[in-house]
């Protein structure tokens, strides 16, 4: 299945209803099966982040940031980073998605990991 087609079925099984906690959630695995090109095909990833990032379903906006947008910072700091903070500064939901990231990769480098956690920290305050 190329991307194109997982980023549809995605697309179609969304926002849906979170599967209870001792079952298996279709969503997670179809936003995680997006991430399988997260290397080599971070635009259209990053749309996808950016319209579901922004989804007031928490455990929805969890798994985009769990299963995408940590992975595009990973491999993608430099070109996503930017766009990451525009829209964490214009939408306070995609500032929440933000922060359930954790740092990998190119965002454990010298300067991105100052960055990340700078961003992390006005988001959290925030939402408070």
């Not at 990451?84 to 300067?111: H, I, M, Y």
Request: proline letters at 7%; charged letters at 25%.
């Amino acid at each position: 299945m190329i991307l194109q087609d997982r980023i549809a079925y995605a697309d179609s099984l969304l926002p849906g209803t979170p599967a209870p906690e001792d079952q298996h959630d279709p969503r997670w695995e179809a936003i995680s099966r997006i991430g399988d090109d997260v290397e080599s095909e971070p635009e259209p990833i990053w749309e996808f982040v950016a319209r579901w990032g922004v989804h007031p379903q928490e455990d929805l906006r969890t798994a985009v940031a769990c299963c995408l947008l940590e992975h595009l910072l990973e491999y993608h700091f430099d070109l996503l980073f930017p766009r990451v903070e525009a829209l964490a500064a214009s939408n306070e939901l995609f500032a929440d998605t933000f922060c359930r990231c954790w740092k990998f990769g190119q965002s454990n480098q010298p300067g991105n990991s100052e960055k990340f956690d700078g961003l992390q920290d006005w988001c959290s305050s925030r939402g408070q």
